[in-house]
């Protein structure tokens, strides 16, 4: 019998609904918060934009507020994210939104000269890695089954959502108060604190005390976990992949409806409609594949849109007009989160819950990284090419390599095996901690046992896919 992948049930019994998600308390106050904090976000980063360019007039140091929200995942992302494995995750969310809710009370005063307005801005952002982790790693312990992938599906879309109305949000209040936008900002994250204190349980810590070795090491370990198993390994290289061209139109977008003539749309026009395209098919993208497919089909699926999602943007060549771009744009984004969500519900399930926060961290520093070096690269190539040429060529690249990446996907068993290893490390260590409880046992902060480091799957072995060792 043919195991399924992305849910406990069986296939016929269709994908998880909406309403057996939000029947969940705590996914209820964990999506809340969120959703409040990331609209506080997109209004903040607009605010600040204007306020430091009042104060200024310089548009790299407007600019440099915009993007320093970046610069923690890029130095040290991992690193703070396994803070979160440490400490209890309801305690890390709490601790981080009230840490930035201070910051940005702090940053809203009048008259903070802009080196002032950047620090305190760093030091809100550094709180984004271990509190991200720590929603990341708390959601498959809420969710079960087949809800875990509807759960991140409307995780992502609700994300891209709120993008859209946070900008517009706080362009409109900082053009009268960017104060006022920031205050906003401090409120959603102190609702934010206390939807997550009184609606999630408070539970034990991923690792215990009894478990820590250096925090560099632990680090080391989410590096080691994720590319030293071969299916992380995979679905960390199909994440990363699609990153690379999906935010390329997104990112070269104000330089392409400036060049663009003879449209007959207004430049500034043409770039709201070519950036909020992509978030828009993500939105649609999300909801309809995660509700309108069984858990089996979606997995099915998944590799035909990682490669359908560089592909629809190859008619970007043929220097098609901004509606035209913004609807390829809108497909890519459909197509990307048709795959991402399902790739994320199977990396929780191939995962052992005492490493999900470090493995976030580094997923989610990988994809800051790629998807800076994608707009950076893809902008300088802009330079000496035309931008369709550019865009175009560079789809037609990634499609080839999803193609690879898809070509070389794992085999059934090989994913089926790797679910089953975590599921009966996570029952062991679901087991540990029950007796733990009644003092006969080691601490067992650690859901699954913490060695040295992850050891990976042998691709060596007789069995593929099979582990070489049991994680107890």
Known sequence: MEATVSDERPAREGPATFREVFAQVEYRAVFTASALSWIGDYVAKAAVTVLVYRETHSVALSAAAFAISYLPWLVGGPLLATLAERH?????????????????????????????????????????????????????????????????????????????????LGAAIAAVSPAAALLINAVTFAASAALVWFGVKDRPPAMSAAHRSHLLRETGQGFQIVFGRPVLRAIAILVFSAMLFSIVPEGLAAAWATERTGSDLDAGTAQAVIMAANPVGFILGGLVVSRCFSPDRRLALMRPLAVLAPAVLVPALLDPPPLVVAALAGACGFAVAGLLPVANGLFVRALPDGYRARAFGVMASGVQIIQGLAVLVTGLLAERFPIPAV????????????????????SRETVDAAVEEATRANAAGEEATRTNAAGEAAPAGLRTRTPAGPEPVDERSGERGRPSHAVT
């Not at 690249?397 to 990446?405: D, H, N, Y």
């Open 88 to 168: 209890r995750y309801r305690q890390v969310m709490v601790t981080c939104d009230l840490v930035r809710m201070a910051l940005m009370l702090l940053v809203a005063i009048p008259g903070n000269p802009p080196w002032v307005i950047l620090a305190l801005l760093f030091a809100a952002t550094l709180a984004n890695p271990p509190s991200q982790a720590a929603r990341s790693a708390l959601l498959p312990v809420i969710l079960t089954g087949d809800r875990v992938v509807v759960g991140l599906s409307l995780n992502a879309s609700t994300g891209q959502a709120a993008q859209v109305v946070g900008y517009l």
């Open 391 to 410: 865009v175009g060529t560079w789809s037609a690249v990634g499609m080839l390599l999803m193609l690879a990446a898809a070509l070389t996907w794992p």
